[in-house]
């Protein structure tokens, strides 16, 4: 009798075990703590609910949402070990994601992992994404391969002659790898065609003045206000010069 007591306190204390197990996991709306994770996420929230989303992924274990966010939390907790296993499971159950596929790529190279196929692939579901292009340019270039970086940025660049922020970046490569003369000469070829932009005339002087070229503002100040007469752009600049 005081075996089989035994036996049957054990079998209630596994069964109500797994019953309270199961009501937890009944308990959880996926979608609602999904919602409620990338909220969390947006607004900086300290309190993130990764228990939350560990126990919706026992519900709908093929949902790369959960995946994707699960690896999202654990990036911005820096627990990078945990969040790759996760973003890469993202990206293998939705592989046609532009979004997954990036933030994969991203942690990847933040953890000093080889990540230029990773982000080839991003790229070819966001060609036009300026982040997925810039993540691209970072990864070649901690590859070494910072030509490979200023061939893609120029390509991009024809495509996109208005995004100053490609050009102040292929300007910076092009300084790192030795040109003093010309290494904005991105900045020109769109003003070819986009003579009437300002935001391109002021980064260019805003990247020759970081690089102590001061000639070259002054040169630009006189370009611009020959179109535009006087400008508090050109006046401030000239003034800093």
Request: one cysteine or more; hydrophobic letters at 40%; glycine letters at 6%.
């Amino acid at each position: 009798p005081r075996r089989a007591s035994h036996e049957v306190r054990r079998f209630l204390l596994c069964y109500l075990g797994r019953s309270m197990t199961d009501a937890d996991t009944q308990a959880i709306d996926p979608a609602r703590t999904l919602d409620r994770a990338i909220e969390a996420l947006n607004k900086g929230d300290p309190d993130l609910p990764l228990d939350e989303v560990d126990r919706a992924l026992g519900v709908s274990p093929h949902d790369y949402r959960l995946w994707h966010i699960k690896g999202l939390i654990h990036r911005e907790r820096e627990q990078r070990e945990h969040a790759i296993p996760a973003l890469r499971r993202a990206a293998e159950l939705a592989p046609s994601e532009p979004l997954v596929a990036h933030g994969y790529a991203r942690a990847l190279l933040e953890a000093g992992v080889p990540s230029v196929e990773p982000f080839a692939r991003a790229m070819k579901l966001a060609p036009t994404n300026t982040e997925v292009v810039k993540g691209m340019a970072s990864a070649l270039v901690a590859e070494g391969r910072i030509n490979d970086a200023i061939q893609g940025l120029e390509t991009v660049l024809r495509r996109s002659p208005l995004w100053t922020e490609g050009h102040v970046l292929l300007a910076s490569l092009r300084w790192v790898e030795g040109e003093r003369e010309g290494f904005t000469r991105s900045f020109d070829e769109a003003l070819t065609a986009h003579a009437n932009s300002l935001d391109l005339r002021r980064e260019q002087m805003v990247t020759l003045m970081h690089a102590e070229q001061f000639g070259e503002v002054l040169e630009r100040i006189e370009q611009g206000r020959r179109m535009f007469g006087e400008q508090p752009l050109f006046t401030a600049h000239e003034a800093v010069v």
